[in-house]
């Protein structure tokens, strides 16, 4: 349920003259859905992974397995100790991003964040910062004033929906399900899921790499309206799947890149039917368990577990977000799970979302030769090779990761697995195609990692 990748791409090309994405592909000063596609960019430009975890070609994932079902789940890791307020970069570094912090804050009008910032050898930052819950009222909540009657400060252990950082756990379990032997990458779709546009030539692997041409459910007009008036709202994925059959195909598969929601909910009833069990408990018994993930869930119902912030809609920043009674945000914490689901739906925690993160990144839960399948990037149009994405995972010049935006929630993960560094920002201020954590991340990047800046 994220667009916010082109407001990083834009965020990122307007202060770098750089057109970049790390998930879906723009034009410079680009936004928004529903907008033309991108030039072809065929997917034999790929690049394989840097020996990490492991670099092998791998054949595919493993053979047609057909009715195999996934082995018992890994011993569960012991959680990582609970994160506190910690600042040890130096003293002007330090003053330089809290600085960028609060202006990205309250340029975009967001009432709240969690920061953690990981950089061996430079420094680290673990912050929260302004309001979890806001205030009635018409002001906007910025200066914060946590005092305030209703308020309630930021804290670490808040929860937050990760949107879109939610296909990296739906394509891991697929991946691990192919190493199973249940499915080959290559398979086409159609052997397992009904009603896919194109499904019989449409691979695995293709969905997973956003080189399907399956066109996104989010786009269509109809639905965004909808789901702008109504986040409880239900579908289901087959009546998402319906929205792309009326539209039609992007592009034949494997001729282009453009990114898809719609990709990561055939994925889900991929799972489904495979095992024969809910997408949601295949994915927190196959990634979340082992990892120790005890912060992390699936939801089955629009209610978070607490502790947790609202997420907030500004008045006016979103065709059809009006709040009926002048107030300065318009609180949608309250979602249905069904419609983002496998692409967008998963609820985490700072601490979970970095050790997630920087498993991902290398390969911690795949053999040598699946990770190498996982890292066979394609080259995201109009980037100029600087921003990638694999198999459920993107890479933005080193940093692996994915970010994530949905009504009232931005987040951001990333980990480079040469540096050792990770970067993970959540923001609850957010429509479905903002990127508020993108603006902070620029600044941090110019600040901390100068060197990696084009010049």
Same mark, same amino acid.
């Given at each position: !349920?994220?667009?916010?990748?082109?407001?990083?791409?834009?965020?990122?090309?307007?202060? =770098?003259?750089?057109?970049?994405?790390? =998930?879906?592909?723009?034009?410079?000063?680009?936004?928004?859905?529903?907008?033309?596609?991108? %030039?072809?960019?065929?997917?034999?430009?790929?690049?394989?992974?840097?020996?990490?975890?492991?670099?092998?070609?791998?054949?595919?994932?493993?053979?047609?397995?057909?009715?195999?079902?996934?082995?018992?789940?890994?011993?569960?890791?012991?959680?990582?100790?609970?994160?506190?307020?910690? $600042?040890? =970069?130096?003293?002007?570094? &330090?003053?330089?991003?809290?600085?960028?912090?609060?202006?990205?804050?309250? +340029?975009?009008?967001?009432?709240?964040?969690?920061?953690?910032?990981?950089?061996?050898?430079?420094?680290?930052?673990?912050?929260?910062?302004?309001?979890? +819950?806001?205030? *009635?009222?018409?002001?906007?909540?910025?200066?914060?004033?946590?005092?305030?009657?209703?308020?309630?400060?930021?804290?670490?252990?808040?929860?937050?929906?990760?949107?879109?950082?939610?296909?990296? =756990?739906?394509?891991?379990?697929?991946?691990?399900?192919?190493? &199973?032997?249940?499915?080959?990458?290559?398979?086409?779709?159609?052997?397992?899921?009904? /009603?896919?546009?194109?499904?019989? +030539?449409?691979?695995?692997? &293709?969905?997973?790499? !956003?080189?399907?041409?399956?066109?996104?459910?989010?786009?269509?007009?109809?639905?965004?309206?909808? @789901?702008?008036?109504?986040?409880?709202?239900? !579908?289901?994925?087959?009546? !998402?799947?319906?929205?792309?059959?009326?539209?039609?195909?992007?592009?034949?598969?494997?001729?282009?890149?453009?990114?898809?929601? $719609?990709?990561?909910?055939?994925?889900?009833?991929?799972?489904?039917?495979?095992?024969?069990?809910?997408?949601?408990?295949?994915?927190?018994?196959?990634?979340?368990?082992?990892?120790?993930?005890?912060?992390?869930?699936?939801?089955?119902?629009?209610?978070?577990?607490?502790?947790?912030?609202?997420?907030?809609?500004?008045?006016?920043?979103? *065709? /059809?977000?009006?709040?009926?009674?002048?107030?300065?945000?318009?609180?949608?914490?309250?979602?249905?799970?069904?419609?983002?689901?496998?692409?967008?739906?998963?609820?985490?925690?700072?601490?979970?979302?970095? $050790?997630?993160?920087?498993?991902?990144?290398?390969?911690?839960?795949?053999?040598?030769?699946?990770?190498?399948?996982?890292?066979?990037?394609?080259?995201?149009?109009?980037?100029?090779?600087?921003?990638? @994405?694999?198999?459920?995972? %993107?890479?933005?010049?080193?940093?692996?990761?994915?970010?994530?935006?949905?009504?009232?929630?931005?987040?951001?993960?990333?980990?480079?697995?040469?540096?050792?560094?990770?970067?993970?920002?959540?923001?609850?201020?957010?429509?479905?195609?903002?990127?508020?954590?993108?603006?902070?991340?620029?600044?941090?990047?110019?600040?901390?990692? *100068?060197?990696?800046?084009?010049?």
């Amino acid at each position: !349920m994220t667009r916010s990748a082109r407001h990083l791409a834009a965020a990122v090309a307007a202060t =770098f003259c750089l057109v970049v994405s790390s =998930f879906l592909v723009v034009a410079c000063g680009g936004g928004g859905g529903g907008g033309g596609r991108p %030039s072809a960019s065929p997917t034999g430009a790929t690049r394989s992974c840097p020996g990490v975890r492991g670099s092998g070609g791998g054949g595919g994932g493993g053979g047609g397995g057909g009715g195999a079902r996934p082995s018992a789940s890994p011993t569960v890791a012991t959680p990582p100790p609970p994160l506190s307020e910690t $600042t040890t =970069f130096p003293a002007d570094t &330090q003053a330089e991003l809290q600085s960028a912090l609060d202006r990205v804050m309250k +340029k975009d009008h967001i009432p709240g964040v969690i920061i953690g910032i990981w950089a061996p050898g430079k420094g680290e930052w673990v912050h929260a910062q302004g309001l979890a +819950k806001v205030p *009635p009222g018409k002001a906007e909540p910025y200066p914060p004033t946590p005092d305030a009657p209703a308020a309630r400060p930021m804290t670490l252990d808040d929860r937050f929906r990760i949107a879109s950082n939610t296909k990296t =756990f739906t394509g891991e379990t697929v991946l691990i399900l192919a190493e &199973q032997g249940v499915f080959s990458l290559d398979d086409p779709i159609a052997k397992y899921v009904e /009603g896919v546009p194109n499904g019989g +030539k449409i691979t695995i692997r &293709q969905l997973l790499n !956003m080189t399907a041409g399956v066109y996104s459910f989010t786009e269509d007009p109809s639905f965004d309206r909808r @789901y702008t008036r109504d986040q409880m709202m239900w !579908m289901t994925p087959q009546q !998402m799947i319906a929205i792309t059959r009326r539209h039609g195909p992007d592009f034949a598969p494997g001729t282009d890149w453009y990114y898809s929601d $719609t990709n990561y909910e055939i994925l889900g009833l991929l799972i489904e039917n495979v095992t024969g069990r809910d997408a949601a408990d295949v994915i927190m018994q196959t990634v979340c368990e082992p990892l120790g993930l005890s912060g992390t869930s699936f939801p089955t119902t629009p209610v978070m577990p607490p502790p947790f912030s609202h997420g907030y809609v500004r008045d006016g920043a979103w *065709p /059809g977000v009006k709040t009926s009674s002048g107030q300065a945000w318009q609180d949608r914490t309250l979602s249905n799970p069904a419609v983002p689901w496998t692409a967008g739906a998963m609820v985490s925690t700072l601490r979970d979302v970095r $050790t997630w993160v920087e498993a991902l990144a290398t390969g911690k839960l795949l053999t040598p030769e699946m990770f190498g399948e996982q890292c066979k990037w394609v080259e995201i149009p109009g980037s100029d090779g600087r921003f990638l @994405y694999g198999l459920g995972m %993107s890479q933005l010049d080193g940093f692996r990761g994915h970010t994530g935006g949905i009504f009232g929630y931005n987040t951001i993960m990333l980990h480079d697995p040469v540096e050792h560094a990770t970067i993970v920002i959540f923001a609850n201020s957010s429509t479905n195609a903002s990127g508020e954590t993108s603006d902070i991340l620029v600044e941090v990047l110019k600040i901390v990692w *100068p060197e990696r800046l084009p010049k």
